[in-house]
């Protein structure tokens, strides 16, 4: 194209294009995992990861989160970011820095972060999109191609210093299109060469935690006599003892780390549901992790609970009600009390991006 041919309109349209195709997390007041991750690490707490789809899930994260002044990590799936539109995504998450300072924290840290990235054009697209964190899960593939995939997105992903979570291991579960019948646990003897040769910022890995709302077969876990619950069987901290000892202070990610409040599947039972025998992750042993280099623990289900609970309940009490704020406000409110119980109670993140 010769220079005569671009005329103030056609500069016009180009420029609105490239401002449309790249948008940096920066100057939507993000920030990466890299400095938060150090912090946690080395002050023995964990960052919450929490799901994120619509907004009184966010407000109520960002609510969580402004009063506890505790850095989070709001997290997009696949799935989350066909549901809610990735452009209203990307002013959502600038949205909730702007009303994070707006409720008093004067200096925000919020991670935007692609949760289950499965190829190098998702990965990219978000970080062309304002994201400040990628995961690139290449954890079902062959050990070779995955860390072929994760270092090209590394490669991409730090040349707009936007940090990139690895996975090593599979989670058993189902969470949006990621869903695996069994687990595998991560191999301590693979770790330094998968984070070395990927250059990956942090790696995810399988210890037994999983995904979505039923983590045991009640088959697999033991009845506590004293509360007539069931027990599931321990955490493989043998396994995350070896990651650390073969890669000393590298940041290490929990999935599926959902505990599954037995209240929550109680109330969505008592007024019209049916989850028979969900069974999450004791909080002790998030708590016990959390101290570790596990320095991000990502909760979803229990915020579904907690909604859907809060809701069930409105409609079996108030059956005459019909205005949306009715319902989710409450389930607003019961979500925030999660997230500030879990941050204070279990991660013990509080106090820590005053
Ligand atoms: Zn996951």
Redesign the pocket.
């Known amino acids: 194209m010769k220079s005569a041919d671009l005329c103030p309109e056609k500069f016009r349209t180009i420029t609105l294009i490239l401002i449309q195709i790249m948008v940096s997390y920066k100057t939507l007041g993000l920030v990466n995992t890299r400095e938060m991750f150090k912090k946690a690490i080395n002050g023995g707490y964990a960052i919450p990861a929490f799901n994120f789809n619509n907004m009184e899930q966010l407000q109520a994260i960002v609510q969580a989160a402004a009063e506890t002044k505790s850095p989070v990590i709001l997290q997009v799936?696949k799935g989350a970011r066909n549901y809610a539109n990735q452009t209203l995504l990307r002013y959502m998450a600038e949205g909730a820095v702007e009303y994070a300072k707006e409720l008093g924290w004067a200096n925000p840290q919020i991670v935007l972060h692609l949760?289950?990235g499965d190829s190098f054009e998702l990965c990219k697209s978000c970080v062309d999109m304002g994201f400040s964190s990628v995961?690139i899960?290449g954890s079902h593939l062959p050990y070779d191609e995955n860390v072929a995939l994760t270092k090209k997105v590394v490669e991409y992903a730090h040349q707009y210093d936007v940090t990139v979570e690895g996975?090593l291991g599979v989670?058993a579960g189902v969470?949006d299109e990621?869903q695996a019948e069994h687990h595998t646990y991560t191999r301590p003897e693979e770790v330094v060469d998968f984070t070395s040769k990927t250059g990956c910022d942090s790696l995810?890995i399988s210890i037994g935690t999983s995904?979505g709302a039923y983590k045991f077969k009640p088959e697999q876990c033991t009845l506590d006599p004293k509360t007539g619950r069931l027990v599931p069987p321990p955490l493989a901290f043998d396994v995350l003892d070896g990651v650390m000892k073969e890669l000393p202070g590298f940041p290490i990610v929990l999935?599926?780390s959902s505990s599954v409040p037995q209240e929550y599947v109680d109330m969505i039972n008592k007024y019209g549901g049916n989850l028979e025998a969900a069974i999450g992750i004791p909080e002790e042993e998030l708590r016990k992790a959390a101290k570790s280099a596990v320095c991000k623990i990502?909760i979803?289900s229990d915020s579904r609970l907690a909604m859907t609970a809060a809701i069930r309940k409105v409609f079996a009490e108030k059956p005459a009600e019909f205005d949306p704020r009715k319902y989710l406000g409450p389930a607003r409110d019961e979500m925030k009390k999660l997230y500030t119980h879990k941050i204070i109670n279990v991660l013990g993140s509080d106090g820590k991006a005053e």
Do not use: I, Q, T, Y
């Open positions: 799936s949760d289950h995961m899960d996975e989670l969470e990621v995810a995904h999935h599926g990502n979803d």
